[in-house]
């Protein structure tokens, strides 16, 4: 008797089936990302506040935050630091010790789901390092600010555990808790914008 196959795809909101082992650009679609990103709740779920921190509302921080670092970057690398999470609206958010403890195969399909996320959009498969250098520089700062707001850390163990980020880089910005559906749209509206500004 034959074992069935595992399954090793997922049907998504858009009518699309994502092949988890073999993603390919045309089965990405910008609003299930959004859906799905705006669903992901960061930090486990263990942020203060009545709604989650998604991690939709943490791509868009970082891609202000990348902005505000980075302003000569071309709006393309804008637009990759607001996908650099996308996998996660299909494998979800896990936090960095959970990571460690599954091993280097929940890498690979990160890389495998970016790579189709970026030629999906334009995007190099893989980004040159110093782009994804940047990106992870905003992300670290938004970590911090995350950490320090919403997820219980003190300052000076946020300090430690992802850098203390320049004053001048926060004012004005703040950590928004927003229903899904808000931010989802946000999301949608922002990737719109990035993607025309560098399209034309």
Sequence with gaps: MTKKPTRAWQRMLSG??????????????????????AFVARWNGQTYGDWPYSVAEHSLLVEALFGRMFPEMAPRWRLAALLHDAPEYVIGDMISPVKAAVGPSYGELDLRLTAAVHLRFG??????????KAIKRADRV?????????????????????????????????????????????FLLRHKSLLESYQS
């Design 142 to 186: 938004s970590a911090w600010m995350e950490a320090v707001q919403i997820a219980g850390f003190g300052r000076d163990e946020a300090d430690r555990l992802f850098g203390k980020p320049d004053p001048q880089l926060l004012v004005g910005l703040g950590i928004r808790l927003r229903p899904p559906k808000e931010v989802r749209d946000a």
């Design 123 to 132: 995007l190099p498969a893989m980004l040159p390092a110093e782009i994804k």
């Design 16 to 37: 699309r089936r994502l092949d988890l082992l073999d993603p390919t650009p045309v089965d990405i679609e910008i609003e299930d990302i959004a859906h799905g990103l």
